[in-house]
């Protein structure tokens, strides 16, 4: 008989305060907080990982209610720590719409009373409140926020060159991971409940990626197929990239550019595990450089930077980083890639503007924008994922014909 696992390191309220020191004071991302807890403390147990993760999320995505319920002011103090895990584990119930009792009347009575307050309720700040109203309309905004403050699902991507999605369940059945395929999309799999991917024999073989339902739509809307010239223009780390790479299954010319070195050096890594040959990582100084290369592809991504109010249910503290004047600058930039990256396509080829935002200004406005300005391109097809209808996150894409007339 198998001997149950159990969990001997440090207590919540010590890992949280160790969380929140890397998060408030050394501005480290939500998600890196979480892999650095679970490798200082050696954290492998499947539940506690979950949990540790569940409780540093909560605190994240309702930062504004529960730190103001409790007046936060230092991590290092472990009666406020205590103080305001009593109060994530209140919200989550009255979140949740379920009957929350505790010994702190005052401190559920403050909780009652921002649940009745939409930018207190959901958590964001005053000026993303009023922008998202101006966007999307009251109800809308609404149903968004609550979709957006789900707990997120987490996606794989099948890499067709090393396997098939099959054989992927099987391996992954294997050491003890169960997905049920999306049969909508070929080559997804979801996970069906939290579990470490990456310590897989799997993961180390280059069998798959994680990446969710919404970004593997972007890939697919490319139209990227065997022999064709693709570039993307905005590669990152490559998630994006790798599943280009895999769709023109290793035939034609995949060329990743991106203004990071860093971001490049870790894509190279990533196309070496998964084996994808046609591809080129390119450093770029600047936007500018992009409309110096070659008119010569039939497919560009342009995967352009964001506010990533799309992706707030994985990445909520987008909404602590995020500011008025960061909206207006990146508005500029996308215009500038749309026009730059433009300039890469040969008559006959497509262009796919693609954001992970659920704002109209930085989606269907920047197309129409630039159609206006560029009568050579005919808007070919665009689509809209959903968060509140669907179990994704929210991405816009337009894929637009250059006609060269």
Known sequence: MQQKQTYNGPAMNVLMAEALELFLEKGMPADRVIGELFKRHRIKLETRRADVAGMFTLLVRFWRPLSTAVQFSDHRSNAQVLQLLKAASLWKRLYAGKPAESDDAALLDRLNKYMRVRKLRESVADWMDEQGVKELGEARWEDMLKALNRSATVYL?????????????QQLAAEGIETTAENDLPGALRLNRYQNVFGTKAYEMGWFEVQD????????????EPGMRVADVCAGNGGKTLQLAALLGNKGKLVAFDVSAAKLDTLRKRVARAGADTVEAKHIADGKQIKRQEPAFDRVLLDVPCSGTGVLRRNPDIRWNLHPD????LLHTQQQLLENGSKLLKTGGKLIYATCSIWPSEGEEQIRAFLSKNPRWILEDEYRTDPVQENSDGFYMARLFFSGE
Request: hydrophobic share 30%.
């Open 326 to 329: 960061d909206l207006s600058r």
């Open 157 to 169: 991507r099948t890499n067709t060159l090393s396997t098939t999605s099959e054989k992927l369940q």
């Open 213 to 224: 339902l919404s970004s593997q739509r972007v890939g697919v809307f490319v139209q990227a």
